[in-house]
Nanobody, 126 residues
Framework: QVQLVESGGGLVQAGGSLRLSCAAS????????MGWFRQAPGKDREFVAA????????YYGDSVKGRFTISRDNAKNTVYLQMNSLKPEDTAVYYC???????????????????WGQGTQVTVSA
């Protein structure tokens, strides 16, 4: 079992930045691919970014490419999402997710991940 706790959300003006953190506990963190998803009111959960277990591979959703950066520190059991040039449409609850490495499936889908955090709210004002 892996427990995930997100932090770092809040209210920011358009054009600003935030860094989200997701602290993991319960299992060896470096055995897990990690992802970030978000869900805005009335919309489906959307893939934001993913990073492989060793940190060598990163992937981004089209809407955040060039503005967001995912990273991880396996020594601290933490994955980060640096969000720059934020837009009002980035407003959502952001979720951290974990998947055992070498898993089958598409890392961009919710089904790939077996563990989820409770989410942290990000609100971007115009």
């Amino acid at each position: 079992q892996v427990q995930l706790v997100e932090s770092g959300g809040g209210l920011v003006q358009a054009g600003g930045s935030l860094r989200l953190s997701c602290a993991a506990s319960g299992r060896t963190f470096s055995n897990y691919d990690m992802g970030w998803f978000r869900q805005a009111p009335g919309k489906d959960r959307e893939f934001v970014a993913a990073i492989s277990w060793g940190g060598s591979n990163t992937y981004y959703g089209d809407s955040v490419k060039g503005r967001f950066t995912i990273s991880r520190d396996n020594a601290k059991n933490t994955v980060y999402l640096q969000m720059n040039s934020l837009k009002p449409e980035d407003t959502a609850v952001y979720y951290c997710a974990a998947a055992r490495r070498y898993g089958a499936g598409d890392y961009r889908t919710e089904a790939y991940y077996g563990y989820w955090g409770q989410g942290t709210q990000v609100t971007v004002s115009a």
